[in-house]
Nanobody, 123 residues
Framework: QVQLVESGGGLVQAGGSLRLSCAASRHIISTYAMGWFRQAPGKEREFVAVISRSGDNTDYADSVKGRFTISRDNAKNSVYLQMSSLKPDDTAVYYC????????????????WGQGTQVTVSS
């Protein structure tokens, strides 16, 4: 059974930091590249970051590059998104997802999704 569970969301002031975690089924974490997406109210779900199965390669949306860092710990079946210098525009529900496509930015290439965690950045 595929399971992805996000945690770590919350309310933070602009300029602050949050670390999101995604706990994954063991066979997922060892097999798939892992991505983070986000969806703000009234907007489409958008790509944030992705990390390869080994963790050696990453890709980021331009809007978060230099502020967010994706990482993974396969031994702990977990993926993380460290978010710094947060802006009100970062407010969204953040989703963890798994894909067999290396470093994909396209949500339709991710068959497995978590339920999401809310991040709210106040100005």
């Amino acid at each position: 059974q595929v399971q992805l569970v996000e945690s770590g969301g919350g309310l933070v002031q602009a300029g602050g930091s949050l670390r999101l975690s995604c706990a994954a089924s063991r066979h997922i974490i060892s097999t798939y590249a892992m991505g983070w997406f986000r969806q703000a109210p009234g907007k489409e779900r958008e790509f944030v970051a992705v990390i390869s199965r080994s963790g050696d390669n990453t890709d980021y949306a331009d809007s978060v590059k230099g502020r967010f860092t994706i990482s993974r710990d396969n031994a702990k079946n977990s993926v993380y998104l460290q978010m710094s210098s947060l802006k009100p525009d970062d407010t969204a529900v953040y989703y963890c997802a798994a894909t067999v496509t290396v470093l994909s930015r396209y949500r339709y290439e991710y068959p497995y999704w978590g339920q999401g965690t809310q991040v709210t950045v106040s100005s």
